[in-house]
């Protein structure tokens, strides 16, 4: 329990960023203090893997892939904590295993990858990525639904720059077979948190320390680093006294989109074939993408992003799995609703320490990733996935970030 004592050092979130950070610097100067606040009651962040029923394997909540594995630095973490890379490939990866091979889909494909170049080549201002569409576009739709799940959120919401300056790293992308959420927590093992800790108030006044308020008492530190999401902050559910209000502003036009997982139970699984990929629709930006017995589990993960994520969401878990058997008794064929049931919905917007899934830039924020990454006053450090410029919306980015923060903060400690 935090209750008026004293660090070196305080991080704020034990997500990827946070542990990330945290690790670095018990490593670099082990003679630093340091605690790790968490407002939840688990270590992990956006990264969460739970085992839902014997046999069901390790399911990933949250973020589910290696992206850039090569150079992705949790894949070297993983072999050095002994857990499993399966290098099976994505479905988006070439090889990757997909029930479509229609004309549509190829059609489909190839106005998606056009797309992207257009997107590759504009200059001038940022614009909305929903004006790079080509006008009365075949597969417009189709291309909003993949948007959705990049962003999060609505072409028409998200910018260009951004997109362009996307860099995740060489692929292929992987997994982890104990989970990436599972990854995550055990890499912050050494680490001392504090859960169900949240920060409520970071009072900067005084020269020679910084005092969080917490809802377990007042800590008073040398430097910390926040971690927290650009919802959280730009609600500003973190206060900041002085106020910071580039910050906020940073964060409010970097928002977090919304992507939310359904898992199905298969209770034939050989009915169905191994770790396979089908799109709910290639006409309907309403639509869900369904991993078919991801690494041989025996159960089928939908993937919902955008405007039908949060409308699932309110619905709740009944109606985000009759969603999905439509979806699939048109693409699988009617017997695939004897085949599935319920087993779970995740709710990411209503997650009240996080809000949402993964940040995207409005047209005209990007830039503004830098402008959340810079340290202030060489005291108050920001890191998350939010903070990476080519590698945001991804668990790699949030350990960069939280890496870079730690360094800059040994620096000025020093």
Known sequence: MVTETEVDVAIIGAGAAGV??????????????????????????????EHFDAGMGALDVGCGWLHGARTNAWTAIARQLGLTIDHTRAPWDEGGRKLETNADARAAIRALDEFFERVRSHEGTDTALSSVLPAGGRWNEYIHAVGAF????????????????????????????????ALVSAYAGPLPVELQTAVERIDHFAADHLGLSTTKGYLLAKAVVVTASTNVLACERIAFRPPLPEKIDAASRLPLGLANKLFMKVETPDALPFDTHVLGSYRDRRTGAYQIRPLGNPVVEGYYAGDLAHDLERGGPEDA?????????????????RQLSLISFS?????????????????????????LAAHHDNRIFFAGEACSTDRYSTAHGAYDTGVAAAKELVKNLA
């Open 20 to 49: 990330a950070a945290g690790r670095h610097i018990t490593a670099v100067r082990p003679d630093l203090s340091l605690v790790v606040l968490e407002a939840s009651a688990r270590v992990g962040g956006r990264a969460r893997t």
């Open 150 to 181: 990049i962003t999060g959120a609505g072409l028409q919401w998200s910018s260009v720059f951004d997109l362009q300056r996307y860099d995740p790293g060489p692929g292929p992308d992987w997994r982890v077979r104990e989970g990436y959420g």
């Open 321 to 337: 799995f009759q969603f999905a058997l439509e979806e699939l008794k048109r693409a699988l064929g009617s017997d695939i609703g």
């Open 347 to 371: 709710a990411w917007a209503s997650e009240p320490h996080i809000g949402g899934s993964y940040s995207y830039a409005i047209p005209g924020a990007s830039d503004l990733r830098k402008t």
